[in-house]
């Protein structure tokens, strides 16, 4: 059975401070898919990753791909307030379906 | 850019009533999904379609149906609502784009069954 992993599944952080969110999957897929949910409201896309090696950054926010170790990063440098939200991964294994992962829930302190 | 919209934003019904809640979408996709998001249960497939009048069902197809008569448009039905179906619905569309298929998803539909 497909299962998408990620951890932490809930992340309390200061503002300022760094830190790296994991999902892990365990099938072969070179798609995988970021979205981010804030609170009440629907999932909004933030990074397509469709390769191995792949790199994405959208400002304090980078995603990262490998696809050997079946292992994606969304890593937040310096966090501030606004990114406090629900990130989720999503995994694509060629079948017009997603796997998403269970959630990080981020809450940003000061 | 990609625009999926959901009838509702809010709905409250009572147990036993026929429920239905409409998904549309502007950008020609093929596929077309329901899912519903529950407190520490995640993301989870009701149902999805990839054609006009195609259905599959998710991994939790029991007390839904669906229909797809329109390319653009794909509604979930509540044959009888029960509490518990009480949840955050939430509609997504993707089609092939540049070897992606990124899901876009709509407002979402909180459904209270009373």
């Known amino acids: 059975e497909l299962k998408v992993e990620q951890n932490p599944l809930f992340l309390s952080m200061q503002e300022g401070k760094n830190y790296t969110i994991y999902c892990n999957y365990s099938?072969?897929?070179?798609?995988l898919y970021w979205y981010r949910q804030d609170p009440g409201k629907s999932l909004e896309s933030l990074f397509v990753?469709?390769?191995?090696?792949a790199v994405k950054q959208e400002g304090r926010l980078m995603a990262s791909l490998d696809t050997k170790a079946r292992l994606s990063t969304l890593h937040i440098t310096a966090a501030v307030h606004d990114l406090s939200a629900t990130y989720f991964c999503?995994?694509?294994?060629?079948?017009?379906?997603?796997?998403f992962g269970t959630g990080t829930r981020l809450q940003v302190f000061p | 850019d990609v625009k999926v919209t959901q009838s509702s934003r809010y709905l409250v019904k009572r147990t036993g009533e026929k429920v239905f809640l409409e998904c549309v979408q502007d950008m020609d996709h093929e596929n077309m999904f329901w899912y519903r998001q529950d407190p520490g249960l995640g993301l989870r497939l009701i149902y999805f379609s990839y054609d006009v009048k195609m259905k599959e069902k998710g991994d939790i197809p029991e007390g839904y149906s669906v229909s797809r008569e329109k390319k653009e448009r794909f509604s979930l039905i509540l044959e009888s609502a029960s509490t518990n179906q009480t949840s955050m619905y939430l509609c997504?569309?993707?089609?092939?784009?540049?070897?992606?298929?990124?899901?876009?998803f709509g407002p979402g539909t909180r459904l209270t069954v009373t």
């Open positions: 999503a995994v694509d294994i060629k079948t017009d379906k997603l796997i």
């Open positions: 099938t072969t897929s070179d798609r």
């Open positions: 997504a569309s993707s089609g092939v784009s540049g070897g992606s298929y990124e899901q876009y």
């Open positions: 990753l469709l390769s191995n090696g």
